[in-house]
């Protein structure tokens, strides 16, 4: 035991220790970010541009260890085109990371502030409208801010600062009336602004054919970590996009659950189960 215990004391004195600790922290850190970026792009179209690079590097490696001369000599002079063009294909994954970076702690929007009863109000008040809207066939885009600031995006609408009630929304989509095209921009249970223009998502992005208003909304839940309630005026269908996925053909009892579970105040402890994302049909809508 005497002779363990010297052991244990000469390794703890030497310098090996640190170097084994520096060793474990830069391991750990490295598979913290490896999952972070697992997670970021997973089930979008960024996995298969992941292939496409990791292709592109295996044949580069491929050339330099076959003394491929020209082949190499293409990749090393196409090495910065290449490093640009993986910056421009994964803007919106780049955005969404430094996005998550930048958060700090329990800092949130004002919506994780609110109690529950004036969130329940809230969610009661959108079912409402939402509902009226449908059978009506009436289109609308409402944004759900959360710790992603929208200010950029309310800016390029009207601003409202009032508070969230069906009727408020009904007369906002009401068809023809001035902000009816725009989308609506909700911060807790005030209406932040509204006739508000969003960021399309890339015909390279999506699978299939949808409406602008579809496109509006998925194009910013790329960007941002807001919640995009779309409705359908052609088919008075409910959709909700959220971190680059589309939610499809909701109910008014399933929407009241997708929004409490994506939205609900971090400072409750018990939350709904996330809801299951479903891959989207090919349909077209609008």
Same mark, same amino acid.
């Given at each position: 035991?005497?002779?363990?215990?010297?052991?244990?004391?000469?390794?703890?004195?030497?310098?090996?220790?640190?170097?084994?600790?520096?060793?474990?922290?830069?391991?750990?850190?490295?598979?913290?970010? $490896?999952?972070r970026?697992? #997670?970021?792009?997973? @089930?979008?179209?960024?996995?298969?541009?992941?292939?496409?690079?990791l292709? #592109?590097? =295996?044949?580069?490696?491929l050339?330099?260890?076959?003394? =491929?001369?020209? $082949?190499?000599?293409?990749?090393?002079n196409?090495?910065?085109a290449?490093?640009?063009?993986?910056? +421009?294909?994964?803007?919106?994954?780049i955005?969404?990371? #430094?996005?998550?970076?930048?958060?700090?702690?329990?800092?949130?929007?004002?919506?994780?502030?609110?109690n529950?009863?004036?969130?329940?109000?809230?969610?009661?008040? +959108?079912?409402? !409208?939402?509902?009226?809207?449908?059978q009506?066939?009436?289109?609308?885009?409402?944004?759900?801010?959360?710790?992603?600031?929208?200010?950029?995006?309310?800016n390029? *609408?009207?601003?409202?600062?009032?508070?969230l009630t069906?009727?408020?929304?009904?007369?906002?989509?009401?068809?023809?009336?001035?902000?009816?095209d @725009?989308?609506?921009? +909700?911060?807790?249970?005030?209406?932040?602004?509204? *006739?508000?223009?969003?960021?399309?998502?890339e015909?390279g992005?999506?699978?299939?054919?949808?409406?602008?208003?579809?496109r509006?909304?998925? *194009? =910013?839940?790329?960007?941002?970590? !807001?919640?995009?309630?779309i409705?359908?005026?052609? =088919?008075?269908?409910?959709?909700? !996009?959220?971190?680059?996925?589309?939610?499809?053909?909701?109910?008014?009892?399933?929407?009241?659950?997708?929004l409490?579970?994506? #939205?609900?105040?971090?400072?409750?402890?018990?939350?709904?189960?996330?809801?299951?994302?479903?891959?989207?049909?090919?349909?077209? +809508?609008?």
């Open positions: 035991m005497d002779v363990i215990l010297r052991d244990i004391m000469v390794f703890l004195q030497s310098g090996d220790v640190w170097r084994h600790v520096r060793d474990l922290i830069d391991i750990g850190l490295v598979a913290f970010f $490896l999952y970026l697992f #997670l970021l792009v997973r @089930g979008t179209q960024a996995v298969q541009l992941m292939f496409g690079v292709l #592109l590097a =295996l044949i580069g490696l050339a330099n260890l076959l003394d =491929l001369r020209l $082949l190499s000599w293409i990749f090393r196409a090495a910065p290449i490093l640009v063009g993986i910056i +421009v294909l994964f803007q919106p994954e955005r969404r990371a #430094l996005d998550q970076f930048g958060r700090i702690g329990f800092i949130g929007r004002p919506l994780s502030h609110y529950l009863q004036i969130f329940n109000r809230m969610i009661d008040e +959108v079912i409402r !409208a939402t509902t009226k809207l449908t009506r066939f009436t289109g609308a885009l409402i944004v759900f801010e959360k710790e992603t600031g929208l200010e950029n995006y309310a390029s *609408g009207i601003r409202i600062n009032g508070e069906a009727e408020f929304l009904e007369a906002i989509f009401f068809p023809n009336s001035p902000l009816h @725009g989308a609506v921009i +909700v911060r807790g249970n005030q209406i932040l602004a509204a *006739g508000c223009v969003l960021p399309l998502a015909e992005t999506v699978r299939e054919r949808m409406g602008t208003r579809h509006a909304g998925l *194009g =910013l839940s790329m960007q941002t970590d !807001a919640v995009v309630l409705l359908s005026e052609e =088919l008075g269908q409910i959709a909700v !996009a959220h971190e680059g996925k589309l939610l499809r053909n909701l109910d008014p009892d399933r929407l009241r659950q997708v409490t579970s994506l #939205l609900q105040p971090r400072t409750e402890i018990h939350r709904p189960p996330l809801p299951v994302w479903r891959r989207p049909p090919g349909a077209s +809508v609008r």
